[in-house]
């Protein structure tokens, strides 16, 4: 048989980090402060809402788009938080998370061999999604400690055969809040240039100073923007899959050509829990940094402590940490190490880069965990000195 038998466009992505490291975590009866997922629950009564969902029978194929309380609850949510004023049946899709909007925006809107700039370090799944649709993902370095980008190798970056920004805020792993000054110059680029914002807001309402805004509520950029977001870090159900795409008709018709081949549809009981759930507004939303603040400052005081230099975001549940001050080992080494030796995990940031050596100093931490939990990984980590 003809080998290798994966094709040249996945050649090198291997296995996802986080697997990865979660899988090193319960091998090595480690913290997980890896990939990011909480270790409890969202509220009751969204779950409650997803059982009475099954048992009332929400169990079949739902309609390819979304359930229609779905689509208008993300229009209501887009409208109430960010003033964008969407119509629920041609401009919201509902997808199987953010991944598979990510996916379907990439595999739909860009031609073999266009690219698309992202800024790096950049979220794995951009990279694996770009490499599927055949587009070719061009990074624009964000530099350590702050996270800033040189506008200049952002004009750089741009080429005849670029087609879309895809832009992360608040960003993973950084935790970057991107400015409004930084949002406003790549609207001016998008529309220099006629590309299309792909953008992921997963952690809309991750945000411990600043305020997150939308790149398509810029001036001309609505037209030009497809918001991507999901249910699982605001609402603490990562396992559900709930996301969507929001944005204009067209473009919002390009990806549901693609995601109705992937998935079709998906996860017909929670979509009406996650109805629920944005429909109760700031109720729940109003829970997302109260409830994790803690432990953020928990966790980069302790990495402080222990001699890691903490350069946190704003945003997300992330923190990331040069290694230098502790170890002369690439991040890489130091993870595998600080599983074994000190029986806590975390995330190698080089795998965030496509040249790993820009990352070999910098790991980065997830403090969405019990409190219980960051203390006495903190307390793990003390032990290091
Ligand atoms: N984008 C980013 C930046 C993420 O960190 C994640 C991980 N949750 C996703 C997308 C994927 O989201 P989902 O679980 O909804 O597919
Ligand atoms: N988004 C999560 C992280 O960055 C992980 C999700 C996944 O494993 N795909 O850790």
């Not at 986080?18 to 090193?24: D, E, G, K, P, R």
């Not at 996270?147 to 750089?156: A, G, K, T």
């Not at 079709?264 to 409830?291: H, I, K, M, S, W």
């Amino acid at each position: 048989m003809r080998a290798p038998f994966l094709n040249s466009r996945l050649q090198g992505l291997g296995a996802t980090i986080f697997a990865t490291m979660s899988q090193l975590a319960a091998d090595t009866g480690s913290i997980n402060l890896g990939q990011g997922f909480p270790d409890t629950d969202g509220p009751e009564e969204i779950k409650a809402a997803a059982i009475r969902a099954i048992e009332e029978g929400h169990n079949q194929y739902p309609p390819g788009p979304g359930i229609p309380q779905l689509r208008a609850a993300v229009a209501r949510h887009q409208l109430d938080y960010w003033g964008l004023d969407l119509d629920p049946a041609s401009e919201v899709l509902v997808t199987a998370g953010a991944t598979e909007a990510i996916a379907a925006a990439m595999l739909s809107l860009c031609e073999i061999g266009d690219e698309v700039i992202a800024f790096e370090p950049f979220y794995d799944a951009y990279l694996a999604a770009a490499a599927m649709a055949g587009a070719r993902l061009v990074p624009v370095r964000l530099q350590a400690p702050n996270w800033e980008f040189d506008p200049e190798e952002l004009r750089r970056a741009v080429s005849p055969r670029t087609r879309a920004i895809m832009l992360n805020s608040p960003h993973n792993p950084t935790g970057k809040v991107f400015s409004p000054s930084e949002l406003v110059l790549l609207a001016e680029l998008c529309q220099e240039h006629d590309l299309i914002a792909i953008t992921d807001e997963v952690y809309e309402h991750m945000i411990f100073s600043g305020r997150h805004v939308p790149i398509a509520t810029l001036d001309e950029m609505a037209r030009r923007t497809l918001t991507i977001s999901s249910a699982a870090k605001t609402y603490s159900f990562t396992g559900w899959k709930i996301g969507w795409a929001t944005g204009p008709a067209p473009l919002v018709a390009a990806v549901r050509t693609a995601k109705q081949f992937l998935t079709y549809v998906n996860g017909a009981p929670f979509q009406v829990a996650v109805a629920y759930a944005l429909n109760e507004g700031r109720r729940f939303t109003d829970l997302v940094v109260p409830t994790i603040s803690e432990q953020r400052r928990m966790l980069a005081d302790g990495l402080t402590k222990a001699g890691f230099e903490v350069m946190g975001g704003d945003g997300t549940y992330f923190l990331t940490t040069d290694i230098s001050g502790v170890t002369d080992l690439d991040a890489k080494d130091f993870c595998m190490e600080l599983a074994s030796k000190a029986g806590v995990v975390a995330v190698p940031s080089s795998v965030f880069y496509l040249e790993p050596r820009a990352g070999e100093k910098l790991v980065r931490w997830t403090f969405c965990k019990r409190r219980e939990v960051i203390a006495e990984a903190v307390e793990r980590l003390g032990s290091l000195a």
